[in-house]
């Protein structure tokens, strides 16, 4: 560990960026999407050297940054990692880059400004690795409401024909949950404040409250509809498939890929930590809500005649079994849930670019567009293939690492849940390779003109690094299990929960 | 003006030099307006007042610390009193801006007297320890406001219903806070808030006297603060009277009416708690939640805006709800930054104009973020503030009334409280989408380039809006440590 505060950095450097995007003159835009490409690359250089200093048996939460901010409050700018937070920070150092290459055309048919459209991006970025940095509840509830802002104006500004009703929806749902959040904030605050003598947020401070279980249950349900929504979980998901659709590309992925991702963060980082006792109360509730997740968002995703809105719910399939590794209290299943959300945010992201590149040729992500479209583009065509296997958690692929030890953590001991989720593995082969065959093979679509090129330079590059990824970490998952299975052992203690079989532990960093 | 007919009383002047500074300043203004030529009629009142103000404002500082009754007993200069009487001075600086500035609806000279008496009654009213001196404040606030009501240059008709709805009301609920004065006279033999709080429980007469009193006062209170069910002239008169007014009602007259409603319920009535605070409670429901409902149907700005500060009055309400001196300061603290946000946010409208005036209808807002970004971009600033996103003052705030009241008990309000400003984040997001996502109307308004004061105000609200979000440390602070009343 040194003692250069990365994670000021990584949280302050993009919000720069974002502001001086914003000020270059009107009508510099390839200036713009220069500064902003630069930009986010010297973010992720500055992540990787962050994780390579990372140490992953060292302290619970490294490189921390602690500065004064409202004393009056006991908030304070709390910047702090364990290995599940660092692991999401590697996911936005790699996702963004690659989603302002794929923009690179993205903004300029409308008559909106570039400009603006990469300054939201570096914004989004500054309150992304904020959410995920911050070890002070305050501080988190700030990026994890700011963070709506700027990806409502990217939705509302740059999404799709029904983007404005896309983003109110979006903003409103959150904001619900959001408002629940700072109900539950307050009340921890309140709760801290009757047993520390002075209130706090430091959240090493609130893991060791011992409070009233009542009290907790509330609490809990405060955070956990909040997560649940963002993440989302079934009743909470309506509004994804509709910003996802509706979002442009390079929005989508960062939505589905990191935005959601804080609600099952959430899940690890503050529900089951701080509310032990309410957490084995409502686990059965949540396997309930995954499991129908898993297989709503399953049919749902068959059904959809809209490539963007079948991504999204995929996602809302795969989300259940995050949330179900994330409640099952055992360190594999945890660790599972952790590696999961990376891969989950690698392969969806894949499948949104490739959608993207899909839509900038033909002008359409519905279905009956395309057909037999592999003929023409045989390389997207393999991207996307390959982008769909490691969505549906085919073994070589990353996906099926974590789905694995998700389903044997939980398996020890939820055999029932474990089982019955794994039919919706069978679901996912489905939908998958259904939406292939009927884009991709087959006789040729007369409609689709013969002239559409086939991946360019730059879509090689922004797809190309994150299919890497999705294979390397399917063959190779080591480090980064090494990284995530401390940072859950710490975090399944402070639940209170101790693993069935000792072994399973080893088992899991193999 | 507190001078007594029998015994002359000790006057502290350094401790009422805002009031009088600001009396002296209006008198001033007065024969300005008798012996001034015309043409420099205006420039030379916009200077006096705002001179006036800004020294008003300096004495504030000074007397800092200040914990001292004097004038007969009949005025209580402590923490809560300056910090209230600074944020009028500052609020008021902000909102006679607008007034002051060319491109507003030139609002004839009398304006600037009128509304340094205004202001020198509220400062009084929230400094006032006497229920009879309160009242005298209470009528030379009112007064002025109902004559600047009625000045709109614009759509006469509406500016003077507004000001006749406004006067008519706010007579009566004068008169209730009259009567309610009777009674509690009747019930403790003096109208001092010290010789109150010490007369409940020991009095010996009969509680109905004390309860019906305290009641007929508190409706005459939370009139002014603009609380269901006393709220039915705030859209109408926010709508009617010239924005700059609407903007120093909304933003100066809520600091003093919730100044007064704090300073009574806790220095006289803090016995009697069990009694009001239940009440107080379900007031602030009811007013969150109406505020709220009745803003998502507006489709006029002003009237939107009106609604918005009823809820508000409701969120305010919850930390004088939370009591102690936890609730006085983030019931400070909230006044102070929801003035900033509010001031700023009439300026706007006042920016963006129609061949007949202000364009309020919402329809009208369309697209407006296409053809003056940076206007919207400061409008849509001060929506998430109202709002409550983080990173801007209102999200302190809200946090910090809520936190208040919860740590007091009153978790049912807290949950209200939440839902209502999920209701009241719909018609801010419709106004964002409105301006940012719609197609621009063919004939749609234009926007007025800000004069260098109307320019300044908005400065000064977009800054305090971003600072009190960002490091609200300082602020909160100075709020902490005058949250005491002197009894």
């Given at each position: 560990m040194s003692d250069f505060p990365f994670l000021t950095v990584l949280t302050v450097l993009p919000l720069v960026g974002a502001l001086v995007v914003a000020l270059l003159p009107v009508g510099a835009d390839l200036l713009a999407k220069r500064v902003a490409l630069g930009w986010s690359l010297l973010v992720l250089v500055i992540t990787i050297v962050m994780c390579l200093g990372f140490e992953a048996n060292g302290d619970r939460f490294q490189f921390v940054d602690s500065y004064a901010w409202i004393p009056q409050f006991g908030a304070r700018f709390d910047f702090g990692v364990d290995g599940i937070a660092l692991v999401m920070l590697a996911l936005i150092g790699v996702l963004v880059p690659v989603v302002v290459l794929a923009s690179w055309h993205d903004a300029e048919p409308g008559r909106r400004s570039v400009k603006t459209f990469f300054a939201l991006l570096l914004a989004l970025e500054s309150t992304m690795v904020g959410v995920f940095a911050a070890t002070d509840v305050f501080l988190f509830y700030v990026f994890f409401e700011a963070m709506l802002v700027p990806m409502y104006f990217l939705i509302g500004s740059?999404?799709?024909?029904?983007r404005q009703y896309a983003a109110v929806k979006f903003f409103l749902y959150s904001l619900v949950g959001g408002l629940l959040m700072l109900a539950a904030v307050i009340g921890l605050y309140v709760a801290s404040k009757g047993e520390l003598g002075a209130g706090t947020f430091a959240f090493q401070n609130l893991v060791e409250l011992n409070m009233d279980p009542d009290l907790q249950k509330w609490l809990f349900a405060g955070f956990f509809i909040a997560f649940a929504i963002k993440a989302p979980l079934f009743p909470f998901h309506t509004w994804l498939p509709d910003a996802g659709g509706q979002a442009p590309i390079g929005a989508a992925v960062l939505l589905v890929g990191v935005l959601d991702k804080v609600g099952t963060f959430g899940f690890l980082r503050y529900c089951l930590p701080l509310f032990p006792d309410a957490t084995r109360s409502f686990a059965p509730l949540v396997f309930a809500l995954a499991l129908i997740g898993i297989f709503y968002g399953a049919f749902l995703a068959m059904g959809q005649s809209d490539l963007k809105r079948l991504v999204a719910y995929t996602s809302i399939a795969h989300f259940g079994f995050i949330a179900i590794g994330c409640f099952a209290l055992t360190t594999q299943a945890g660790t599972g849930a952790v590696l999961y959300m990376v891969n989950h945010g690698l392969s969806t992201g894949a499948l949104f670019l490739v959608v993207g590149f899909l839509a900038a040729r033909r002008g359409s992500v519905l279905v009956q567009d395309f057909g037999g479209a592999a003929k023409l583009m045989p390389l997207i065509a393999g991207a996307f293939f390959i982008a769909g296997l490691s969505s549906l958690a085919?073994?070589?692929?990353?996906s099926f690492v974590s789905e694995f030890l998700v389903l044997i953590g939980t398996y020890t001991v939820n055999s029932v849940v474990a089982i019955i989720a794994t039919v919706g593995i069978v679901l996912a082969a489905l939908y998958v390779l259904w939406m292939y065959q009927r884009t991709m093979q087959g006789p040729l679509n007369p409609a689709i003109p013969t002239t559409l090129p086939d991946l360019t330079r730059r879509e090689a590059w922004v797809i190309g690094p994150v299919l890497a990824l999705v294979l390397a970490l399917g063959v190779y998952p080591k480090p980064v299990l090494d990284i995530i299975t401390p940072a859950v052992q710490a975090t399944m203690q402070d639940a209170g929960a101790s693993d069935p079989t000792p072994t399973a532990i080893s088992g899991g960093g193999k | 003006m507190n001078t007594t007919g029998f015994t002359v009383p000790q006057l502290d002047y350094a401790a009422l030099l805002p009031m009088l500074v600001l009396f002296g300043a209006a008198c001033l203004g007065v024969l300005v307006e008798a012996f001034v030529p015309r043409p420099l009629r205006r420039p030379v009142q916009a200077g006096l007042a705002l001179l006036a103000l800004v020294v008003s404002f300096g004495t504030v500082v000074l007397a800092a610390g200040t914990q001292t009754i004097t004038a007969g007993r009949a005025v209580a200069v402590d923490g809560p009193a300056l910090f209230l009487q600074g944020s009028i001075a500052v609020l008021g600086i902000a909102a006679l801006l607008l007034l002051a500035d060319r491109t507003s609806d030139e609002q004839p000279t009398e304006a600037f007297p009128l509304v340094l008496f205004s202001l020198g009654g509220m400062m009084l009213f929230v400094a006032a320890n006497d229920l009879l001196i309160m009242f005298v404040a209470l009528e030379v606030l009112s007064l002025p406001l109902y004559l600047l009501c009625g000045l709109?240059?614009?759509r006469r008709l509406l500016s003077q219903e507004a000001a006749v709805k406004y006067f008519l009301l706010g007579a009566f609920a004068s008169a209730f806070f009259l009567y309610g004065v009777a009674l509690l006279y009747g019930y403790a033999d003096s109208v001092r808030l010290a010789d109150l709080y010490r007369a409940?429980?020991?009095?010996?007469?009969?509680d109905a006297l004390l309860l019906a009193g305290l009641a007929m006062l508190l409706i005459g209170l939370l009139f002014k603060a603009g609380a269901v069910p006393f709220h039915m002239w705030t859209p109408d008169v926010y709508q009617g009277a010239p924005t700059p007014i609407t903007a120093l009602m909304a933003a100066c007259t809520k600091v003093a009416a919730f100044g007064a409603i704090l300073r009574v319920l806790q220095v006289a009535f803090l016995n009697t708690r069990w009694d009001w605070r239940p009440v107080l409670i379900a007031v602030a429901m009811v007013t969150m939640v109406v505020g709220a409902v009745l803003a998502v149907t507006q489709t006029d700005l002003k009237r939107l805006l009106a609604y918005s500060s009823i809820a508000n009055a409701g969120f305010i309400l919850c930390g004088v709800a939370g009591l102690g001196p936890a609730g006085t300061a983030s019931t400070l603290f909230y006044l102070a930054s929801y003035g900033f946000t509010t001031v700023g946010a009439f300026a706007v409208v006042m920016l963006v104009r129609d061949a007949d005036g202000e364009a309020t209808h919402l329809s009208r807002w369309a697209g407006l973020g296409r053809r003056s970004p940076l206007l919207a971009a400061v409008f849509t600033f001060f929506l998430l503030a109202f709002a409550g996103i983080?990173?801007?003052s209102g999200f302190i705030s809200k946090f910090g009334v809520f936190a208040a009241a919860l740590d007091g008990g009153a978790v049912a309000l807290v949950v209200v409280g939440v839902i209502a400003s999920m209701v009241i984040a719909f018609p801010y997001l419709r106004l964002i989408v409105l301006m940012y996502l719609s197609e621009p109307v063919p004939d749609g308004p234009t926007v007025t380039v800000p004069g260098a004061f109307t320019a300044a105000s908005l400065a000064l609200g977009v800054a305090a809006t971003l600072l009190l979000g960002v490091v609200p440390g300082p602020l909160l602070d100075l709020a902490n440590r005058a949250s005491e009343f002197v009894r």
């Amino acid at each position: 560990m040194s003692d250069f505060p990365f994670l000021t950095v990584l949280t302050v450097l993009p919000l720069v960026g974002a502001l001086v995007v914003a000020l270059l003159p009107v009508g510099a835009d390839l200036l713009a999407k220069r500064v902003a490409l630069g930009w986010s690359l010297l973010v992720l250089v500055i992540t990787i050297v962050m994780c390579l200093g990372f140490e992953a048996n060292g302290d619970r939460f490294q490189f921390v940054d602690s500065y004064a901010w409202i004393p009056q409050f006991g908030a304070r700018f709390d910047f702090g990692v364990d290995g599940i937070a660092l692991v999401m920070l590697a996911l936005i150092g790699v996702l963004v880059p690659v989603v302002v290459l794929a923009s690179w055309h993205d903004a300029e048919p409308g008559r909106r400004s570039v400009k603006t459209f990469f300054a939201l991006l570096l914004a989004l970025e500054s309150t992304m690795v904020g959410v995920f940095a911050a070890t002070d509840v305050f501080l988190f509830y700030v990026f994890f409401e700011a963070m709506l802002v700027p990806m409502y104006f990217l939705i509302g500004s740059y999404g799709g024909p029904r983007r404005q009703y896309a983003a109110v929806k979006f903003f409103l749902y959150s904001l619900v949950g959001g408002l629940l959040m700072l109900a539950a904030v307050i009340g921890l605050y309140v709760a801290s404040k009757g047993e520390l003598g002075a209130g706090t947020f430091a959240f090493q401070n609130l893991v060791e409250l011992n409070m009233d279980p009542d009290l907790q249950k509330w609490l809990f349900a405060g955070f956990f509809i909040a997560f649940a929504i963002k993440a989302p979980l079934f009743p909470f998901h309506t509004w994804l498939p509709d910003a996802g659709g509706q979002a442009p590309i390079g929005a989508a992925v960062l939505l589905v890929g990191v935005l959601d991702k804080v609600g099952t963060f959430g899940f690890l980082r503050y529900c089951l930590p701080l509310f032990p006792d309410a957490t084995r109360s409502f686990a059965p509730l949540v396997f309930a809500l995954a499991l129908i997740g898993i297989f709503y968002g399953a049919f749902l995703a068959m059904g959809q005649s809209d490539l963007k809105r079948l991504v999204a719910y995929t996602s809302i399939a795969h989300f259940g079994f995050i949330a179900i590794g994330c409640f099952a209290l055992t360190t594999q299943a945890g660790t599972g849930a952790v590696l999961y959300m990376v891969n989950h945010g690698l392969s969806t992201g894949a499948l949104f670019l490739v959608v993207g590149f899909l839509a900038a040729r033909r002008g359409s992500v519905l279905v009956q567009d395309f057909g037999g479209a592999a003929k023409l583009m045989p390389l997207i065509a393999g991207a996307f293939f390959i982008a769909g296997l490691s969505s549906l958690a085919l073994p070589g692929t990353n996906s099926f690492v974590s789905e694995f030890l998700v389903l044997i953590g939980t398996y020890t001991v939820n055999s029932v849940v474990a089982i019955i989720a794994t039919v919706g593995i069978v679901l996912a082969a489905l939908y998958v390779l259904w939406m292939y065959q009927r884009t991709m093979q087959g006789p040729l679509n007369p409609a689709i003109p013969t002239t559409l090129p086939d991946l360019t330079r730059r879509e090689a590059w922004v797809i190309g690094p994150v299919l890497a990824l999705v294979l390397a970490l399917g063959v190779y998952p080591k480090p980064v299990l090494d990284i995530i299975t401390p940072a859950v052992q710490a975090t399944m203690q402070d639940a209170g929960a101790s693993d069935p079989t000792p072994t399973a532990i080893s088992g899991g960093g193999k | 003006m507190n001078t007594t007919g029998f015994t002359v009383p000790q006057l502290d002047y350094a401790a009422l030099l805002p009031m009088l500074v600001l009396f002296g300043a209006a008198c001033l203004g007065v024969l300005v307006e008798a012996f001034v030529p015309r043409p420099l009629r205006r420039p030379v009142q916009a200077g006096l007042a705002l001179l006036a103000l800004v020294v008003s404002f300096g004495t504030v500082v000074l007397a800092a610390g200040t914990q001292t009754i004097t004038a007969g007993r009949a005025v209580a200069v402590d923490g809560p009193a300056l910090f209230l009487q600074g944020s009028i001075a500052v609020l008021g600086i902000a909102a006679l801006l607008l007034l002051a500035d060319r491109t507003s609806d030139e609002q004839p000279t009398e304006a600037f007297p009128l509304v340094l008496f205004s202001l020198g009654g509220m400062m009084l009213f929230v400094a006032a320890n006497d229920l009879l001196i309160m009242f005298v404040a209470l009528e030379v606030l009112s007064l002025p406001l109902y004559l600047l009501c009625g000045l709109a240059r614009r759509r006469r008709l509406l500016s003077q219903e507004a000001a006749v709805k406004y006067f008519l009301l706010g007579a009566f609920a004068s008169a209730f806070f009259l009567y309610g004065v009777a009674l509690l006279y009747g019930y403790a033999d003096s109208v001092r808030l010290a010789d109150l709080y010490r007369a409940v429980g020991s009095s010996g007469r009969s509680d109905a006297l004390l309860l019906a009193g305290l009641a007929m006062l508190l409706i005459g209170l939370l009139f002014k603060a603009g609380a269901v069910p006393f709220h039915m002239w705030t859209p109408d008169v926010y709508q009617g009277a010239p924005t700059p007014i609407t903007a120093l009602m909304a933003a100066c007259t809520k600091v003093a009416a919730f100044g007064a409603i704090l300073r009574v319920l806790q220095v006289a009535f803090l016995n009697t708690r069990w009694d009001w605070r239940p009440v107080l409670i379900a007031v602030a429901m009811v007013t969150m939640v109406v505020g709220a409902v009745l803003a998502v149907t507006q489709t006029d700005l002003k009237r939107l805006l009106a609604y918005s500060s009823i809820a508000n009055a409701g969120f305010i309400l919850c930390g004088v709800a939370g009591l102690g001196p936890a609730g006085t300061a983030s019931t400070l603290f909230y006044l102070a930054s929801y003035g900033f946000t509010t001031v700023g946010a009439f300026a706007v409208v006042m920016l963006v104009r129609d061949a007949d005036g202000e364009a309020t209808h919402l329809s009208r807002w369309a697209g407006l973020g296409r053809r003056s970004p940076l206007l919207a971009a400061v409008f849509t600033f001060f929506l998430l503030a109202f709002a409550g996103i983080p990173l801007t003052s209102g999200f302190i705030s809200k946090f910090g009334v809520f936190a208040a009241a919860l740590d007091g008990g009153a978790v049912a309000l807290v949950v209200v409280g939440v839902i209502a400003s999920m209701v009241i984040a719909f018609p801010y997001l419709r106004l964002i989408v409105l301006m940012y996502l719609s197609e621009p109307v063919p004939d749609g308004p234009t926007v007025t380039v800000p004069g260098a004061f109307t320019a300044a105000s908005l400065a000064l609200g977009v800054a305090a809006t971003l600072l009190l979000g960002v490091v609200p440390g300082p602020l909160l602070d100075l709020a902490n440590r005058a949250s005491e009343f002197v009894r």
